[in-house]
T-cell receptor, first 113, second 111 residues
Framework: DAGVIQSPRHEVTEMGQEVTLRCKPISGHNSLFWYRQTMMRGLELLIYFNNNVPIDDSGMPEDRFSAKMPNASFSTLKIQPSEPRDSAVYFC???????????FGSGTRLTVV | QKEVEQNSGPLSVPEGAIASLNCTYSDRVSQSFFWYRQYSGKSPELIMSIYSNGDKEDGRFTAQLNKASQYVSLLIRDSQPSDSATYLCAAQGAAGNKLTFGGGTRVLVKP
């Protein structure tokens, strides 16, 4: 079991640029979650999918953020245009039917300068 | 007010002692509760889950749940320096399967 795989591990970009974060959930897991973690706000749920369908995107900060899950093994989180306040660690997590907790990926540390 | 509240710490405990971490939640429909451990620069790792009132033990860890008081706790017995980390409490509501996390409690175990 390779776990939840996220890429890239680190991303440094200039303000205004488009950023795309990628996630491959654990095979057989049908729920996928995107979280953002900062010192000030802790872990915040951005959006989650069940069976590739977005269920709750109320945590997405604004229209600059979008997420897709075109199939059961891949999801993206896109920020366009990026701003310095988007700097954070973005985690992807997956679970089977949302039960028994989640397994987190290693995260993407995003720095927008 | 956050839905899941934890004392941010740091909670400093001597090696071999018991570390006691507390968590309260505001949503009464929450059904399932989880404790995650997060080392600095790493991702959260699930260490305990608890679904019914009472105690649940797993090795050196004991989770306690009191739904009437909306209170969850984690005890770490025989604390080791390797237990030094941030511990995140999470609640899962009945309405959906998303987890809401507390801010975490930083634990420092001193040799």
């Amino acid at each position: 079991d390779a776990g939840v795989i996220q890429s890239p591990r680190h991303e440094v970009t200039e303000m205004g640029q488009e950023v795309t974060l990628r996630c491959k959930p654990i095979s057989g897991h049908n729920s996928l979650f995107w979280y953002r973690q900062t010192m000030m706000r802790g872990l915040e749920l951005l959006i989650y999918f069940n069976n590739n369908v977005p269920i709750d995107d109320s945590g997405m900060p604004e229209d600059r953020f979008s997420a897709k899950m075109p199939n059961a093994s891949f999801s993206t989180l896109k920020i366009q245009p990026s701003e310095p306040r988007d700097s954070a660690v973005y985690f992807c997590a997956s679970s089977r039917d949302g039960t028994y907790g989640y397994t987190f990926g290693s995260g993407t540390r995003l720095t927008v300068v | 007010q956050k839905e899941v509240e934890q004392n941010s710490g740091p909670l400093s405990v001597p090696e071999g002692a018991i570390a006691s971490l507390n968590c309260t939640y505001s949503d009464r429909v929450s059904q399932s509760f989880f404790w995650y451990r997060q080392y600095s620069g790493k991702s959260p790792e699930l260490i305990m889950s608890i679904y019914s009132n009472g105690d649940k033990e797993d090795g050196r860890f004991t989770a306690q749940l009191n739904k009437a008081s909306q209170y969850v706790s984690l005890l770490i017995r025989d604390s080791q320096p390797s237990d030094s980390a941030t511990y995140l409490c999470a609640a899962q509501g009945a309405a959906g399967n998303k987890l809401t996390f507390g801010g975490g409690t930083r634990v420092l175990v001193k040799p």
